[in-house]
């Protein structure tokens, strides 16, 4: 409900000054209180450019600041804000990409069983990759709906117990035959992945969510670096495949007499492959004690929505909901996802082509550790340019996302139809150009994109569900690769993978919307507003045309959009934050208030509260106050989100 004319005609110049404050930050609007996706091209290239600038000059200032004062101080930063919250990406790096590493020294050390099958199960074998996925899988999907109905501490705590048994069982994996020893290494991959699937919604909503703050006022740290913020902690995921080869090679050169080279004992094979499993357990162990003691406010954000709504448990109604309103969304997060993931595996079709050219066919494993590493290393910069540009509303999410699958589509449409040329040693240094250009486009495009806008664009009381999802169809990928790849040849799976990419970039295009420099609070109270049933009386920037995709364009969700409306309305969401600040301080006093650790008080200019108390009994306060309070009888609550 919009206030009345007499209303703002009373509003002091102080009064409106400090009401622009709150609902136009500079950050978001020029000077004349346009919003930045407002502006023509020329005008918002300038105003984006020139704050972006400002922005960073600023934390240059402050990173210098804390130099000065203590020289790790700037690393301590770091590590506080990016490396522990992504510290179970980064242990599940090591270990899952050290299933791959390790498998070509089994088959040199245990050739009969792990390459010839002659005393070894053949499925078993293969279900190494397989079980590993489905794992994975399963802990998507349950983790995900965990994380909403229990909470995302409790997800998160979870999920590095899981971790951290199951790297005590791979380490341990015996078996009384060469056989059994790969059925019991072949389960306790299993079960690992179910906490690593775990591992993708709740990373992605808890930093995403912490990000954000639970005060009624949105932060310029949401608005300006959410997406960086997130995707920092996505990469340490790098950070373990690097550090996993590093020390698998360091390993091997320790108990293999300080050789890399054939011929490789089963005694050295072992030792390596299980100190390596033995040395993320201890840093697993740690992240169980973290989460249980030091993360008790993860799962806030999700609390005072479920307050909000009058939920308790699982938030069913706003399932059904998201899937009402944003199913096609469904469509970009998880086909994106899996296009992804079958480019993610395909990558590796790269490596093996050119090692087996260079090194002409050789027994050591060595240089595929080596390449290996190099490649990880051009993955590192891809993540953290990524990082550093996701943010960027010149540039963004969903650009980054469709020029990543375009730039991968080309990478492997190039060697499809010349393959043989590549493959001669005259050209097989082009292949590696390649081979590495695409590792990179995919981590600074749809590898990081993915990750981050699985959670972003839905609600947050089905945020790790959908996002949870949105990975486990990426698995889906993933598998389907991993069966493909045993029934196609190496040219065929070259022509195959491309069209995954065209397929991503299109999906992108069409269902995607764009959520770069958009206020999650602001897509929240849009829910809000979708869950009381009153969608066409929100009027605010998360229907402007530039957060929405094309699909949701072409079905007329931007005609609401409205900046003048939207103003009045959010004047209207602070009154009623500042009324229900208002009644929590009277309950205090009287004794009869208990501090639920939902809430978070603001702290009101006078100019504000004057206003307020000067205005509380304006012409349609009752109207207003009859949405604040209602209900639609299933649980769904008609409140407006507060300020975003």
Same mark, same amino acid.
């Given at each position: 409900?919009?206030? %009345?004319?007499?209303?703002?005609?009373?509003?002091?110049?102080?009064? @409106?000054?400090?009401?622009?404050?709150?609902?136009?930050?500079?950050?978001?609007?020029?000077?004349?209180?346009?919003?930045?996706?407002?502006?023509?091209?020329?005008?918002?290239?300038?105003?984006?450019?020139?704050?972006?600038?400002?922005?960073?000059?600023?934390?240059?200032?402050?990173?210098?600041?804390?130099?000065?004062?203590?020289?790790?101080?700037?690393?301590?930063?770091?590590?506080? =804000?990016?490396?522990?919250?992504?510290?179970?990406?980064?242990?599940?790096?090591?270990?899952?990409?050290?299933?791959?590493?390790?498998?070509?020294?089994?088959?040199?050390?245990?050739?009969? !069983?792990?390459?010839?099958?002659?005393? !070894?199960?053949?499925?078993?074998?293969?279900?190494?990759?397989?079980?590993?996925? !489905?794992?994975?899988?399963? /802990?998507?999907?349950?983790?995900?709906?965990?994380?909403?109905?229990?909470?995302?501490?409790?997800? +998160?705590?979870?999920?590095?117990?899981? $971790?951290?048994?199951?790297?005590?069982?791979?380490?341990?994996?015996?078996?009384?035959?060469?056989?059994?020893?790969?059925? !019991?290494?072949?389960?306790?991959?299993?079960?690992?992945?179910?906490?690593?699937?775990?591992?993708?919604?709740?990373?992605?909503?808890?930093?995403?969510?912490?990000?954000?703050?639970?005060?009624?006022?949105?932060?310029? *740290?949401?608005? +300006?670096?959410?997406? @960086?913020?997130?995707?920092?902690?996505?990469?340490?995921?790098?950070?373990?495949?690097?550090?996993?080869?590093?020390?698998?090679?360091?390993?091997?050169?320790?108990?293999?007499?300080?050789?890399?080279?054939?011929?490789?004992?089963?005694?050295?094979?072992?030792?390596?492959?299980?100190?390596?499993?033995?040395?993320?357990?201890?840093?697993?162990?740690?992240?169980?004690?973290?989460?249980?003691?030091?993360?008790?406010?993860?799962?806030?954000?999700?609390?005072?929505?479920?307050?909000?709504?009058?939920?308790? /448990?699982?938030?069913?109604? %706003?399932?059904?909901?998201?899937?009402?309103?944003?199913?096609?969304?469904?469509?970009?997060?998880?086909?994106?996802?899996?296009? =992804?993931?079958?480019?993610?595996?395909? =990558?590796?079709?790269?490596?093996?082509?050119?090692?087996?050219?260079?090194?002409?066919?050789?027994?050591?494993?060595?240089? /595929?550790?080596?390449?290996?590493?190099?490649?990880?290393?051009?993955?590192?910069?891809?993540?953290?340019?990524?990082?550093?540009?996701?943010?960027?509303?010149?540039?963004?999410?969903?650009?980054?996302?469709?020029?990543?699958?375009?730039?991968?589509?080309? +990478?492997?449409?190039?060697?499809?139809?010349?393959?043989?040329?590549?493959?001669?040693?005259?050209?097989? /240094?082009?292949?590696?150009?390649?081979?590495?250009?695409?590792?990179?486009?995919?981590?600074?495009?749809?590898?990081?994109?993915?990750?981050?806008?699985?959670? *972003?664009?839905?609600?947050?009381?089905?945020?790790?569900?959908?996002?949870?999802?949105?990975?486990?169809?990426?698995?889906?990928?993933?598998?389907?690769?991993?069966?493909?790849?045993?029934?196609?040849?190496?040219?065929?799976?070259?022509?195959?993978?491309?069209?995954?990419?065209?397929?991503?970039?299109?999906?992108?295009?069409?269902?995607?919307?764009?959520?770069?420099?958009?206020?999650?609070?602001?897509?929240?109270?849009?829910?809000?507003?979708?869950?009381?049933?009153?969608?066409?009386?929100?009027?605010?920037?998360?229907?402007?045309?530039?957060?929405?995709?094309?699909?949701?364009?072409? @079905?007329?969700?931007?005609?609401?959009?409205?900046?003048?409306?939207?103003?009045?309305?959010?004047?209207?969401?602070?009154?009623?934050?500042?009324?229900?600040?208002?009644?929590?301080?009277?309950?205090?006093?009287?004794?009869?208030?208990?501090?639920?650790?939902?809430?978070?008080?603001? *702290?009101?200019?006078?100019?504000?509260?004057?206003?307020?108390?000067?205005?509380?009994?304006?012409?349609? $306060?009752?109207?207003?106050?009859?949405?604040?309070?209602?209900?639609?009888?299933?649980?769904?609550?008609?409140?407006?989100?507060?300020?975003?």
């Amino acid at each position: 409900m919009a206030s %009345s004319p007499d209303s703002f005609n009373t509003m002091t110049d102080d009064e @409106r000054q400090i009401f622009d404050y709150l609902i136009k930050p500079n950050d978001s609007y020029d000077r004349n209180g346009v919003y930045w996706a407002d502006l023509n091209p020329f005008q918002r290239f300038r105003f984006v450019s020139s704050y972006d600038a400002s922005e960073a000059k600023r934390e240059l200032r402050n990173i210098w600041a804390m130099a000065k004062k203590d020289p790790l101080a700037p690393f301590g930063y770091y590590v506080r =804000n990016m490396v522990i919250p992504g510290a179970g990406l980064g242990l599940e790096g090591y270990v899952l990409f050290s299933i791959g590493n390790i498998k070509p020294l089994f088959q040199a050390a245990f050739a009969s !069983c792990w390459k010839a099958n002659k005393i !070894c199960n053949k499925t078993w074998i293969e279900a190494v990759e397989y079980l590993e996925i !489905c794992g994975i899988i399963v /802990g998507q999907l349950l983790v995900g709906i965990i994380g909403d109905w229990l909470g995302r501490r409790w997800g +998160l705590i979870q999920d590095a117990t899981i $971790m951290f048994i199951g790297l005590l069982m791979l380490t341990a994996a015996w078996g009384v035959t060469e056989n059994g020893w790969v059925i !019991c290494y072949v389960w306790s991959l299993f079960f690992y992945g179910i906490g690593v699937g775990g591992e993708y919604p709740m990373t992605a909503t808890s930093g995403m969510e912490n990000a954000v703050g639970s005060g009624k006022v949105s932060t310029k *740290e949401d608005r +300006l670096h959410r997406g @960086r913020k997130v995707t920092s902690a996505f990469l340490m995921q790098g950070w373990g495949q690097f550090f996993n080869q590093v020390i698998l090679i360091l390993l091997l050169l320790i108990f293999h007499h300080g050789s890399g080279n054939a011929p490789y004992s089963k005694v050295a094979a072992q030792w390596t492959y299980r100190i390596s499993f033995a040395i993320p357990a201890v840093g697993t162990l740690w992240l169980v004690y973290y989460r249980t003691f030091k993360m008790k406010a993860a799962g806030k954000q999700l609390a005072a929505a479920k307050k909000k709504s009058k939920v308790t /448990g699982y938030d069913t109604y %706003s399932l059904k909901m998201t899937f009402t309103y944003f199913g096609p969304r469904m469509i970009a997060t998880a086909g994106g996802w899996f296009a =992804n993931d079958v480019f993610f595996y395909g =990558n590796k079709l790269f490596q093996s082509e050119f090692i087996h050219e260079i090194t002409n066919n050789g027994t050591s494993i060595m240089p /595929g550790w080596l390449y290996n590493l190099i490649n990880v290393g051009v993955s590192l910069v891809g993540y953290y340019l990524a990082s550093f540009l996701i943010d960027n509303k010149l540039y963004g999410r969903k650009w980054m996302q469709m020029v990543g699958f375009l730039m991968d589509f080309i +990478l492997f449409v190039i060697p499809a139809f010349h393959f043989e040329y590549y493959k001669t040693p005259e050209h097989i /240094g082009e292949f590696q150009a390649m081979y590495f250009l695409s590792s990179f486009f995919n981590q600074f495009g749809p590898n990081a994109v993915t990750f981050l806008v699985a959670a *972003e664009v839905y609600p947050t009381p089905i945020r790790a569900t959908a996002h949870g999802f949105s990975a486990a169809c990426g698995k889906l990928g993933a598998l389907l690769a991993a069966v493909m790849y045993n029934y196609i040849t190496t040219e065929q799976k070259f022509h195959v993978v491309p069209w995954f990419g065209l397929g991503g970039m299109i999906v992108t295009l069409l269902f995607l919307p764009d959520t770069t420099g958009l206020d999650l609070k602001e897509q929240e109270r849009r829910w809000q507003f979708i869950r009381a049933g009153r969608e066409h009386d929100y009027h605010g920037v998360a229907v402007h045309s530039k957060h929405l995709s094309w699909w949701e364009r072409f @079905r007329g969700v931007g005609k609401y959009y409205d900046p003048n409306a939207d103003y009045s309305q959010k004047i209207e969401d602070l009154r009623g934050d500042w009324e229900a600040c208002q009644a929590r301080k009277a309950d205090e006093k009287a004794g009869q208030y208990e501090d639920d650790n939902v809430h978070d008080e603001t *702290e009101w200019s006078s100019d504000v509260s004057t206003y307020f108390e000067k205005t509380r009994n304006r012409p349609g $306060m009752v109207d207003q106050e009859k949405y604040r309070s209602g209900s639609d009888g299933n649980g769904a609550s008609s409140s407006d989100e507060k300020i975003a």
